[in-house]
């Protein structure tokens, strides 16, 4: 058995015989012309050829993996028409009086080398986009067909990498995964690949010969590994887990589009839980109702600056596009205790979990506040964007941020900037907002509990030390009674109220929390579907007066 090492794209299992994928690439001549006009004349019309194939592509990927992953061939036919690219390919033209074919060749180079050489992740992948509208044009110009698979089963297809139109032109029923040296994970095959649930690899160093060409092999999305002529037991294990993620597939098929009712006709929101941009596509997969927790502070995280107010819209806006209507709930900067950015330049505490964190730096940092404001107002207007503060304790704070977001309001109708009217809500996550619950509630939109901190705080546990898993019970009873007030302060001021933190996820006390009245669950993508199942299965009242036996 060989084991290679590679980046996971998408996780799951895939087994299967190997298949290097050889590129319809034909060798490129450097050849002279006379009419050099002529074959301006012939790479132009090349180009208008490979905009229609471009266009019947977006039609293809628009069915397959929906309008946001499709735009790749949108952003290729306008690479096309790219006034820098067409003028060197002229230009080469013209002053070296070769033949078309080579100067598209050089210039996909030339173009693909400037991005390959940019310090930022999505600029370096647009490299491949480059390659690929430079080897369509070649392959147009030379009369050649595009590469395909030739097998007559389903195989894990390798390559050296892969361009998006390549992905997309695979017969789907013939690829069980695929496995490339190169790539990056944020170029738009990958983007793809989640979206079509294809378990996936780059950066995988694997021979492209006859030594793995047409052998048994599996892959591994969820470790980043591919093994080829496994053993007995790897085998034996991958085929248990994938039986495993098939059961699932056949709930998801099942559940998906049934709406979240119980029995006796409660209805529940069952939302997801995500940490980027990366995570839609199994929120998508997954059929969640939307998003219940969108963590922001992940871009801090991801960031070696503060990121600007217009990196934070792009960001937001494309989350509340690609959810197409159904609600968004992000949650402000969340900063601090086990989640830190050196770039904050934080004083150290003794006691960070109790220190300055989130809504508290918000505050008392108000020009990083009203940035992330101004973002999340401005991308609200593309849909249906509702905003969560985590870590409130008083009133004052809500009412302090309040009076924030209407200066953040009175800037954006001063420079003729359009925005939403999104919901506002407070996370309850300290046993002081649990206390008030009945006063925050008329200054909210929404609640969402967030248990995991609720549970630290008041258990007085450091949920990060191991030593204590003895002690943590997060299904104490005081917990469970804070969830019942919080949801019956929220119903009596009219208001809903959610569970965000891990407990909502646990399928022990779905009904417990139905019982109670939790109008909103929000939990990572996996869960759904089991979570969808229990409140199909249950009759509310029953359980309730089973309860009270």
Request: aromatic content about 6%; some cysteine.
């Amino acid at each position: 058995m060989e084991v290679y090492q590679g980046k996971s794209v998408f996780s799951g299992v895939a087994i299967g015989k190997i298949y290097v994928y050889q590129k319809g690439e034909q060798q490129v001549r450097r050849a002279k012309v006379e009419d050099t006009q002529k074959e301006k004349d012939r790479y132009r019309q090349a180009s208008e050829t490979a905009m229609k194939q471009l266009g019947e592509l977006y039609q293809k990927a628009l069915n397959e993996v929906g309008e946001e992953n499709a735009a790749v061939f949108e952003v290729h036919q306008m690479m096309l028409e790219d006034d820098d690219f067409v003028d060197s390919v002229e230009n080469i033209i013209d002053t070296q009086g070769v033949n078309a074919e080579y100067a598209v060749a050089v210039t996909g180079d030339n173009f693909a080398q400037m991005f390959a050489a940019m310090d930022d992740d999505y600029m370096r992948g647009r490299a491949a986009d480059v390659k690929d509208i430079s080897e369509r044009l070649i392959t147009v110009l030379s009369g050649g067909a595009a590469g395909g698979i030739q097998s007559e089963e389903p195989v894990i297809v390798l390559a050296d990498d892969l361009a998006p139109s390549e992905t997309v032109q695979m017969d789907k029923e013939k690829v069980l995964s695929f496995v490339t040296v190169h790539g990056s994970v944020n170029s738009h095959t990958a983007i793809l690949a989640r979206t079509m649930g294809i378990p996936a690899l780059v950066g995988t160093e694997i021979p492209l010969d006859d030594s793995v060409d047409g052998k048994m092999a599996v892959v591994d999305g969820a470790s980043g590994c591919i093994y080829v002529e496994p053993d007995e037991e790897t085998l034996t294990q991958m085929q248990e887990r994938k039986a495993r993620e098939a059961e699932q597939k056949e709930l998801l098929q099942s559940l998906k589009g049934r709406e979240n009712v119980t029995l006796d006709g409660q209805k529940v929101m069952l939302y997801a839980n995500i940490g980027n941009i990366k995570d839609l596509a199994t929120v998508l997969q997954n059929d969640a109702g939307g998003i219940g927790l969108f963590r922001s502070e992940f871009i801090y995280l991801e960031s070696e600056d503060f990121p600007t107010e217009e990196e934070q819209f792009q960001i937001y806006k494309q989350v509340a596009e690609t959810m197409a209507g159904k609600r968004v709930i992000i949650r402000t900067l969340d900063i601090g205790a086990d989640k830190t950015c050196d770039y904050f330049e934080m004083e150290e505490e003794e006691n960070p979990a109790m220190g300055c964190r989130a809504i508290r730096i918000c505050l008392t940092r108000p020009e990083i506040f009203k940035t992330q404001l101004r973002a999340l107002l401005r991308a609200s207007a593309f849909g249906n964007i509702a905003i969560m503060y985590p870590m409130i304790t008083s009133l004052w704070e809500v009412r302090k941020i309040k009076e924030i977001m209407e200066e953040v309001k009175a800037e954006l109708d001063a420079q003729g900037i359009g925005y939403g009217d999104p919901l506002q809500g407070v996370m309850i996550e300290t046993p002081a907002a649990v206390m008030i619950s009945e006063a925050l509630a008329k200054e909210v939109d929404f609640f969402s509990i967030g248990t995991n901190d609720l549970t630290q705080y008041t258990l007085a546990i450091d949920r990060q030390n191991p030593k204590l898993d003895d002690f943590y019970d997060s299904h104490h009873p005081a917990i469970l009674d804070m969830i019942r007030m919080v949801a019956e302060n929220a119903h009596k001021a009219g208001i809903w109220a959610g569970i965000c933190g891990e407990l909502g996820a646990d399928l022990e006390l779905t009904r417990d929390f139905l019982e109670m009245g939790v109008d909103e669950l929000s939990v990572s993508p996996g869960r759904i579907l089991p979570i969808r199942k229990i409140i199909l299965e249950t009759d509310v009242a029953e359980y309730r007066k089973n309860q009270q036996k």
